[in-house]
């Protein structure tokens, strides 16, 4: 028998470390966007290049390992979301006072808000633009994410000790049971993505991309 929703993530017969269920997991991939992960691309970091570890991580190891989960996750017919930085407006007369002050407009329907090649999303899954940090803060995805009756959350993607970490720590507030992948994300700096992994590790477990293929393919 289901159990309710607050039941089945309050029971102690649940923790962080509980295996994924098939038909109660999601993937969300954060602000894998052209306009973030392409070098050059963004107004607001003129500084990470083609040569910058941002973009060498990315490069070398984060979009590699994402396309392995992602892609054994659509095999395995998991739920695959994604959420981008994205205006509801051409003028971003929408964005949150953070972005305003910040520079950042992703214009309603601009290439730069386009999910990269690399993990291009696939027929009818669901992405969920946002113009604040938290994706939870901004944006349905509780309500989508209810709806679709998720109880495990798995999280990559950019920046680690920003966008993500919110998410991370959002997600965990309301209930979910939170898994970061540290390999499949990324952030400025070496410094800045280890900082970051040691203070969200209170919401969430964290895991390799190997790791976490291997507890997928035993998910039931």
Not at 53 to 72: A, D, G, M, T
Not at 109 to 130: L, M, T, Y
């Given at each position: 028998?289901?159990?309710?929703f607050?039941?089945?993530?309050?029971?102690?017969?649940?923790?962080?470390?509980?295996?994924?269920l098939?038909?109660?997991?999601?993937?969300?991939?954060?602000?894998?966007?052209?306009?973030?992960?392409?070098?050059?691309?963004?107004?607001?970091?003129?500084e990470?290049?083609?040569?910058?570890f941002?973009?060498?991580?990315l490069?070398?190891?984060?979009?590699?390992?994402?396309v392995?989960?992602?892609?054994?996750?659509?095999?395995?017919?998991?739920e695959?979301?994604?959420?981008?930085?994205?205006?509801?407006?051409?003028?971003?007369?929408d964005?949150?006072?953070?972005?305003?002050?910040?520079?950042?407009?992703?214009?309603?329907?601009?290439?730069?808000?386009?999910?990269?090649?690399?993990?291009?999303?696939?027929?009818?899954?669901?992405?969920?633009?946002?113009t604040?940090?938290?994706?939870?803060?901004?944006?349905?995805?509780?309500?989508?994410?209810?709806?679709?009756?998720?109880?495990?959350?798995?999280?990559?993607?950019?920046?680690?000790?920003?966008?993500?970490?919110?998410?991370?720590?959002?997600?965990?507030?309301?209930?979910?049971?939170?898994?970061?992948?540290?390999?499949a994300?990324?952030?400025?700096?070496?410094?800045?993505?280890?900082?970051?992994?040691?203070a969200?590790?209170g919401?969430?477990?964290?895991?390799?991309t190997?790791?976490?293929?291997?507890e997928?393919?035993?998910?039931?």
């Amino acid at each position: 028998m289901v159990k309710e929703f607050s039941t089945f993530i309050g029971s102690n017969e649940f923790k962080r470390t509980s295996p994924f269920l098939k038909n109660k997991t999601a993937i969300l991939t954060v602000d894998m966007q052209k306009e973030y992960c392409i070098p050059g691309r963004d107004p607001s970091h003129p500084e990470l290049d083609s040569k910058s570890f941002f973009h060498s991580e990315l490069r070398n190891l984060v979009i590699p390992n994402q396309v392995k989960i992602i892609s054994l996750a659509r095999k395995l017919n998991i739920e695959v979301m994604h959420t981008v930085i994205e205006s509801l407006t051409q003028d971003g007369r929408d964005r949150s006072i953070d972005h305003r002050l910040s520079g950042m407009n992703v214009p309603k329907g601009a290439e730069g808000a386009e999910v990269i090649d690399e993990i291009r999303p696939v027929v009818d899954e669901i992405i969920i633009p946002k113009t604040s940090s938290g994706v939870f803060n901004s944006t349905n995805i509780d309500y989508v994410l209810r709806n679709l009756d998720i109880r495990f959350l798995i999280i990559f993607g950019i920046v680690t000790d920003q966008c993500v970490d919110m998410a991370v720590r959002d997600a965990a507030d309301r209930g979910y049971l939170v898994t970061m992948v540290s390999d499949a994300s990324t952030t400025i700096t070496s410094e800045r993505h280890k900082n970051a992994l040691n203070a969200f590790s209170g919401y969430c477990r964290i895991m390799s991309t190997n790791d976490l293929l291997v507890e997928l393919k035993n998910i039931n």
